[in-house]
């Protein structure tokens, strides 16, 4: 079974800093998709980036990137010119490449931006 | 609003009893699944479907859980004899087409079993 692993609980970073989220994998599957999810508070859960395993490039949008290393089962979630409305939950998860596949996500790292 | 809607979107009840759950996918979305989150945890994944077919059932959705999605289109999630474990948020999201697509998720259905 497939399991995704954050380790920090909580992260906090100024407005307009950068911050990375961490997040590891485990699978045994060569075909899948990692992502990161944000939760607002009291809000539903919204995509912010995708990557797909078999591309090396790693996945960007606007301010937020992605630093994935498939050997390392690592996929790391880095926030430039973090701005207050980036507070949230953040959540990396994991499909397999299937048709069908369920996201298995990690436990959430709580994103705190400060003036 | 063309996104997933889940109704209500709270629901207290007393241990015992019945809870039903609605999901409105997106119209043209023929996956629709089902999460349970609970506090400070990431989503959990109960059951899926691919048009009115139940594919894939977790171990976690057990005897009192059952799920339907009657034609296709919206999707119920019933449980029986609710325990005070079973207070959570259950959320629902939706996909459609092949490939990478994305899951839209619902705001979700906060259950408190007093």
């Known amino acids: 079974a497939q399991t995704v692993t954050q380790s920090q609980p909580e992260m906090s970073v100024q407005e307009a800093e950068t911050v990375t989220l961490s997040c590891t994998y485990d699978?045994?599957?060569?075909?899948?998709?990692l992502f990161w999810y944000k939760q607002p508070p009291s809000r539903q859960m919204i995509l912010v980036i995708r990557?797909?395993?078999?591309?090396?490039q790693n996945a960007t949008e606007n301010r937020f990137s992605v630093n994935f290393q498939k050997a390392a089962k690592s996929f790391s979630l880095k926030i430039s010119d973090s701005q207050l409305g980036d507070a949230a939950m953040y959540f990396c998860?994991?499909?397999?490449?299937?048709?069908?596949?369920?996201?298995?996500f990690g436990t959430g790292t709580r994103l705190q931006v400060t003036l | 609003d063309t996104g997933v809607s889940q109704d209500p979107r709270h629901k207290i009840t007393k241990r015992g009893q019945n809870v039903t759950f609605r999901c409105d996918p997106i119209?043209?979305?023929?996956?629709l699944y089902w999460y349970r989150q609970t506090l400070g945890q990431g989503p959990e994944f109960l059951t899926y479907?691919?048009?009115?077919?139940?594919?894939?059932k977790s171990r976690l959705l057990s005897d009192r859980f059952s799920a339907e999605r009657p034609k296709g289109s919206f999707s119920t999630l019933e449980i029986q004899r609710t325990e005070q474990g079973d207070s959570a948020m259950y959320l629902c999201?939706?996909?459609?087409?092949?490939?990478?697509?994305?899951?839209?998720f619902g705001p979700g259905t906060r259950l408190t079993v007093l």
């Open positions: 999201a939706s996909r459609g087409g092949q490939g990478w697509n994305e899951q839209f």
């Open positions: 699978t045994s599957e060569s075909d899948y998709y």
């Open positions: 990557q797909e395993a078999y591309k090396q």
């Open positions: 998860a994991y499909r397999n490449g299937g048709t069908a596949s369920k996201l298995t």
């Open positions: 119209s043209e979305h023929n996956r």
């Open positions: 479907f691919q048009n009115e077919a139940q594919l894939e």
